[in-house]
Every structure is written in structure tokens, then in C-alpha cells.
């Protein structure tokens, strides 16, 4: 963490609500979207976001020191949906029925990048047919803007299996890029 971020998290720890309230605002949304991949209920969501800083703020004292701040919510607060997902029984299966939610919207796709050669429902389709970890590594590291080590932490994965992830993502990516640019050439003549 940079000092600014260490000062803000330290401010936090102390009771600083207004601390508390930056790392709020700062948060919320990011950790909202990526609740919805999971939940698809936006009202559970925000409960859950809810109870999530709630818990962090009346349970700050027992809170330890953090790498990054963002990292450390990311972490919680999927371990906070997962629990109440399971509470709510909103799927059986827990694994694979958590992460089998977990898709990309062309929304999200238009705003992150700028599509060139690719249309953005092309692209969405081709992210939504990696498999559920390589979305979420996809997700957290480019849309969510976190480090591999937050990731790795995120989805209780060794460094190198999200590297790997990553890698793995981008190969399928490359190869169903070119085909569909094959395609569409091809559709021209």
C-alpha cells in the first residue's frame, strides 16, 4: 500500500468514520458488479454489500494489517456472498454453481475497451465460453484493475495458477478472435 492508502486504512482501523466512509465510496461499486456475477439479484447484492461493511466497521479492532485495501474487500466480501448464498440456498452445488454465474455483459465489454475488429457481443461471447475461473481471473485482473497476488488471494489459487489462468484465457481469446475474424472475411467474399 502507498502511504496515502496505508494512512486511509490505519484512519479506518481507528474509527475515523470519515475514513470509513472514503473506503466506502471508493468501493462500493466495483464490489457491487462483482457481487451481481455471483448472486444475479440485485437486491441480495446490495444487502450483502450492506451487511459486508457493517461487519467491517463494527468488527474493525479485530481487523489486522493489509497489503491493499481493495485486495482485502475483495476477498471478504466474496467469502460474505458465498456464505449468504449458501444461507439463502440460492444453489446447490456450491462451487460450480457460484462460478457457473459468473458471466461478462456486452455492457461492461464497450465500457472497459475499445472494440476494433471485434464486435462487442462477439466479445462477449467469447469471454462467456471460458471456463468459470478463467472469467473470474479475466474479471478481477482487467475489469476490477487487481494485482495477480489480490487474485490469487481472491480465488484461494496459487500465484502461478492465476498466471497460468490468465494465460490459458488469453490463448482461447486469440483463437476464437482470429476464427471469427476468418469468419467475417470470409462471409464478405
Given at each position: 500500500?502507498?502511504?496515502?492508502?496505508?494512512?486511509?486504512?490505519?484512519?479506518?482501523?481507528?474509527?475515523?468514520?470519515?475514513?470509513?466512509?472514503?473506503?466506502?465510496?471508493?468501493?462500493?461499486?466495483?464490489?457491487y458488479n462483482y457481487?451481481?456475477?455471483?448472486?444475479?439479484?440485485?437486491?441480495?447484492?446490495?444487502?450483502?454489500?450492506?451487511?459486508?461493511?457493517i461487519y467491517l466497521?463494527?468488527h474493525r479492532d479485530?481487523?489486522?494489517?493489509?497489503?491493499?485495501?481493495?485486495?482485502?474487500?475483495?476477498?471478504?466480501?466474496?467469502?460474505?456472498?458465498?456464505?449468504?448464498?449458501?444461507?439463502?440456498?440460492?444453489?446447490?452445488?456450491?462451487?460450480?454453481?457460484?462460478?457457473?454465474?459468473?458471466?461478462?455483459?456486452?455492457?461492461?465489454?464497450?465500457?472497459?475497451?475499445?472494440?476494433?475488429?471485434?464486435?462487442?457481443?462477439?466479445?462477449?461471447?467469447?469471454?462467456?465460453?471460458?471456463?468459470?475461473?478463467?472469467?473470474?481471473?479475466?474479471?478481477?485482473?482487467?475489469?476490477?484493475?487487481?494485482?495477480?497476488?489480490?487474485?490469487?488471494?481472491?480465488?484461494?489459487?496459487?500465484?502461478?495458477?492465476?498466471?497460468?489462468?490468465?494465460?490459458?484465457?488469453?490463448?482461447?481469446?486469440?483463437?476464437?478472435?482470429?476464427?471469427?475474424?476468418?469468419?467475417?472475411?470470409?462471409?464478405?467474399?
Amino acid at each position: 500500500m502507498d502511504n496515502s492508502e496505508n494512512t486511509l486504512w490505519y484512519s479506518f482501523l481507528s474509527g475515523d468514520k470519515n475514513a470509513f466512509s472514503v473506503i466506502f465510496k471508493m468501493n462500493y461499486s466495483e464490489l457491487y458488479n462483482y457481487g451481481l456475477k455471483f448472486s444475479k439479484c440485485s437486491s441480495l447484492t446490495k444487502d450483502c454489500l450492506q451487511d459486508f461493511f457493517i461487519y467491517l466497521y463494527t468488527h474493525r479492532d479485530s481487523i489486522k494489517e493489509v497489503k491493499s485495501i481493495k485486495g482485502y474487500l475483495f476477498v471478504s466480501f466474496r467469502r460474505t456472498l458465498l456464505k449468504k448464498l449458501k444461507n439463502e440456498r440460492r444453489f446447490v452445488g456450491v462451487e460450480s454453481a457460484f462460478f457457473s454465474n459468473f458471466e461478462f455483459s456486452p455492457e461492461e465489454i464497450a465500457i472497459r475497451q475499445e472494440i476494433s475488429a471485434i464486435k462487442s457481443d462477439t466479445l462477449t461471447n467469447i469471454l462467456n465460453n471460458l471456463s468459470p475461473r478463467e472469467r473470474e481471473a479475466i474479471y478481477l485482473k482487467y475489469y476490477s484493475e487487481l494485482k495477480v497476488s489480490e487474485i490469487s488471494s481472491i480465488m484461494n489459487i496459487s500465484y502461478q495458477s492465476v498466471l497460468n489462468t490468465i494465460q490459458k484465457a488469453f490463448k482461447k481469446i486469440r483463437n476464437a478472435s482470429e476464427n471469427e475474424i476468418i469468419s467475417n472475411i470470409l462471409k464478405k467474399y
